[in-house]
């Protein structure tokens, strides 16, 4: 039987950015989550955190393969967070608290005003 050399890539091909979580596990540690690539796009990724699907996420990596870059996004997504529920008045979930305080921080986080 013939061997092949040859191993399947993991990289994606589509010229997209996808975006990543790294989740602390506590005692088990920590992991960078699977995910789909259909559901690796930023909106979807951020609504995950909203929701809760991540139990204590500590750090966002975006990356490009088409474009050869990769960045830690985790400071603009936590702003972005941040950003949403001033506008709708809301807390930061209680589950997000402490990676917006690590990435943005209790003094520098911007209040929206409604108009009326």
Not at 8 to 24: E, G
Request: aromatic share 8%.
């Amino acid at each position: 039987m013939r061997k092949s050399n040859w191993t399947p890539s993991i990289v994606p091909r589509d010229d997209q950015t996808f975006y990543l979580v790294a989740d602390d596990f506590g005692r088990i540690g920590r992991a960078w989550r699977e995910t789909d690539i259909e559901t690796a796009d930023l909106e979807t990724v951020i609504q995950d955190l909203m929701v809760g699907e991540y139990s204590n996420p500590i750090r966002i990596a975006a990356f490009n393969t088409s474009e050869r870059w990769s960045e830690d996004v985790s400071e603009d997504v936590a702003r972005e967070i941040q950003r949403r529920c001033d506008l709708q008045l809301t807390d930061v979930p209680s589950h997000l608290q402490d990676f917006i305080d690590r990435h943005v921080g209790r003094d520098q986080k911007q209040l929206v005003l409604r108009l009326v």
